[in-house]
C-alpha cells in the first residue's frame, strides 16, 4: 500500500474550498451539443483566484516544514503565477521574491504587475525567459549567505508537489459528481508548465478513472509538455510508492488553439471570451482559458466530443491579465 493519503499531507489552507461545478446552461443551449458544466477555480480565493492558489496550499507547506523563510519563484512581467505566489506567501509570513522577465503583452503597469507591487512584492527584473532559473539561483546564494532559508518555487509551480493541488481537485469533482448525480465524460483545461495536468491525470488514475482529460496548450510545443508531464508523475510515483500505470494514451494535450503563440490574441480566442461573457457573465482570461474555450467549442461543435457526453471546463483563473487585450476587446466612446 502507498504512504498517499490527501488527508495527511502538509497543506496550507489558504483556498476556498471546494470552488463551485456549476452548469453552463445558455453556453450548452448556445451550441447545442454536450452538457457543459464549469468547476470554477477562477474562485480559490486568494488574489484574485486561479490555479496556481491550489498549488501553492502544498509547495508553501513544504516550504515552512523545510523551515524557508523566503520563497523565490519567476515568471514574465504578466505572471499568473507569480501574483498568486506573492499573496500567498504574504498570507503566510514568509518574504518573496519574483524574478520577472519581459513581456510579449507588454510593460504597462497593470493586471497582476499592478497587484504585485500593492504587494510590495520583491521584483527582480531580466531580460528573457531563459535568464530567469539563473537569477533565481543567484539570488538563493547571496541568501543563503546571509543566513536566510530560500525556496525556490520553478516556473508555474509545477513540479509533484505543486500538483497535488490538482489531484486535490479532481478529488473534489468526484465528490461533487456524485452530489449532482452526474458523470462527467470529458475534463477540458488550458495546459502550459504541465502541472496542473500531471496533477488531473494523477487524479483521474486515483479517484476517477472514466473521465478523459483533456488538455489544450497555449502555446507550448505538445512534445515538451508530455515529457514535463511524464517526468512529474514519476517523481510522484517515486515519492509516494506508488505505480500509477500511465499511458501515453492517458496524457491528450491538443495545439491546434493557441493561434500565432502564447499570448497572441486570435479572432477565435476573442470570439470566445466575448461569448462567454455575454452567455453566463463568466470572463474568461485571454492568454489560458480563452483559448481553451475555443478548444472547447471545436470538439463539440465538430462532435469529437459526443453530444451525449458532460463535459466538464475547468476555469484556471487569470482574470487580471484582461486588462492587457484592451486595444482588442475595447471600443472608442
Ligand atoms: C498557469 C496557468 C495555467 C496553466 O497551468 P499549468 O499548470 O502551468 O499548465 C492555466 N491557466 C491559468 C490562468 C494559469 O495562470
Avoid at 497593470?110 to 497587484?115: C, F, H, I, S
Avoid at 475547468?314 to 486588462?323: A, D, E, K, Q, R
Wanted: charged fraction near 25%; hydrophobic fraction near 40%.
Amino acid at each position: 500500500m502507498s504512504k498517499f493519503d490527501l488527508e495527511t499531507i502538509p497543506r496550507i489552507n489558504h483556498c476556498l474550498l471546494p470552488t463551485p461545478l456549476v452548469p453552463m446552461e445558455r453556453l450548452t443551449e448556445h451550441l447545442g451539443k454536450a452538457r457543459i458544466f464549469v468547476k470554477r477555480d477562477d474562485l480559490t480565493g486568494v488574489a484574485f483566484g486561479g490555479n496556481k492558489n491550489r498549488k501553492l496550499e502544498f509547495l508553501l507547506a513544504d516550504a515552512l516544514l523545510k523551515s524557508s523563510d523566503v520563497i523565490i519563484t519567476e515568471g514574465a512581467l504578466t505572471s499568473n503565477h507569480c501574483l498568486q505566489t506573492a499573496a500567498c506567501a504574504a498570507r503566510s509570513g514568509l518574504d518573496c521574491i519574483l524574478v520577472l522577465s519581459d513581456s510579449s503583452i507588454g510593460e504597462k503597469i497593470t493586471g497582476n504587475l499592478l497587484l504585485d507591487q500593492i504587494l510590495d512584492a520583491n521584483i527582480h527584473r531580466v531580460k528573457s525567459s531563459e535568464d530567469r532559473k539563473s537569477a533565481m539561483e543567484a539570488i538563493a546564494e547571496d541568501l543563503l549567505k546571509e543566513g536566510k532559508q530560500p525556496y525556490i518555487i520553478p516556473t508555474g509551480g509545477s513540479n509533484e508537489i505543486g500538483a497535488i493541488g490538482y489531484i486535490l481537485c479532481i478529488n473534489e469533482i468526484g465528490i461533487q459528481s456524485t452530489t449532482l448525480n452526474v458523470a462527467f465524460d470529458y475534463f477540458v483545461h488550458p495546459t502550459g508548465s504541465a502541472g496542473t495536468q500531471a496533477g488531473t491525470i494523477i487524479g483521474k488514475k486515483l479517484y476517477y478513472p472514466d473521465m478523459e482529460i483533456i488538455g489544450i496548450s497555449v502555446g507550448d510545443g505538445k512534445q515538451g509538455i508530455i515529457s514535463e508531464i511524464k517526468k512529474i508523475i514519476s517523481n510522484f510515483e517515486k515519492n509516494w510508492e506508488l505505480n500509477l500505470g500511465t499511458t501515453n494514451e492517458d496524457i491528450i494535450i491538443l495545439e491546434d488553439y493557441f493561434g500565432e503563440g502564447y499570448g497572441v490574441p486570435s479572432k477565435e480566442m476573442i470570439d470566445a471570451v466575448k461569448l462567454v461573457a455575454k452567455l453566463e457573465g463568466i470572463f474568461l482570461d485571454p492568454i489560458y482559458n480563452g483559448k481553451a474555450m475555443v478548444g472547447l467549442i471545436d470538439l463539440i461543435t465538430r462532435e469529437e466530443i459526443p453530444s451525449d457526453s458532460n463535459v466538464l471546463f475547468l476555469h484556471s483563473g487569470g482574470g487580471p491579465t484582461i486588462f492587457s487585450y484592451d486595444k482588442e476587446f475595447g471600443k472608442k466612446l
